[in-house]
């Protein structure tokens, strides 16, 4: 089955606890994509990956790493997770970056307290 | 800051009627378009997507593009209740591979 998977699904953790959210696809979709989505903002784009070693900057970067080492995986990192950082994420892929057929995974809860 | 305006709703609309759902976006460079639908609790998945002025058809659901006027929208035919679900509006970003979502239109179709 064609999928995008993120782990863990939830996750609380405590301000400054490095982590990391998986995200897998089995798609061989060139494109991946991290977002968040938060009460009253939407979803913003945090950071995006065209290929295997190239990463850019969503609109909302700040406290978030990212690498694309393989292509089917994309991890996000919280090197030093903040409160403000409590949201729902997001990770997304797509065949190619036009986008036309971009598959988001199932989300992970985090809250950092 | 590239903005995509959408009336937060909710829109109700009867069983069986069109639902119109509106967006605007002040990115004049923007070239792709985009309709998600969101569950409560669930990830946004796909409906739509156009690139050209005019009129896109797939099933019951019309976009509608008018570059001129910054202006997309979401035609769903028939409405059912099952329909009733958040609806995004996503813009491409004229820099780059990357999208600009608005915070999204609640529909609720009543039977």
């Known amino acids: 089955e064609a999928q995008v998977t993120q782990n863990p699904r939830y996750l609380i953790t405590v301000t400054g606890k490095k982590l990391t959210v998986t995200c897998s696809q089995n798609m061989n979709h060139e494109y991946m994509s991290w977002y968040r989505q938060d009460p009253g903002l939407g979803l913003r784009q945090i950071y995006y990956?065209?290929?295997?070693?190239?990463?850019d900057k969503g609109d909302v970067p700040e406290g978030y790493k990212v690498s694309r080492k393989e292509k089917r995986n994309f991890p996000l990192i919280l090197e030093s997770p903040s409160p403000n950082q409590t949201s729902l994420y997001f990770c997304?892929?797509?065949?190619?970056?036009?986008?036309?057929?971009?598959?988001f995974g199932p989300g992970t809860r985090l809250t950092v307290t | 800051q590239k903005e995509v305006e959408q009336n937060s709703g909710p829109l109700s609309v009867p069983e069986g009627a069109i639902a119109s759902l509106n967006c605007t976006y002040s990115?004049?460079?923007?070239?792709?378009f985009f309709w998600y639908r969101q569950y409560s609790g669930k990830s946004p998945e796909l409906i739509m997507f156009i690139y050209s002025n005019g009129d896109k058809e797939d099933g019951r659901f019309t976009a509608q593009l008018n570059k001129a006027s910054q202006y997309v929208s979401l035609l769903i035919r028939d409405s059912q209740p099952s329909d009733s679900a958040t609806y995004l509006c996503?813009?491409?970003?004229?820099?780059?591979?990357?999208?600009?979502f608005g915070k999204g239109t609640s529909l609720l179709v009543t039977p």
């Open positions: 996503a813009v491409g970003r004229d820099s780059g591979y990357a999208l600009n």
């Open positions: 997304a892929s797509s065949l190619d970056g036009l986008l036309r057929e971009q598959y």
């Open positions: 990115d004049r460079g923007s070239q792709s």
């Open positions: 990956s065209m290929n295997v070693e190239v990463t």
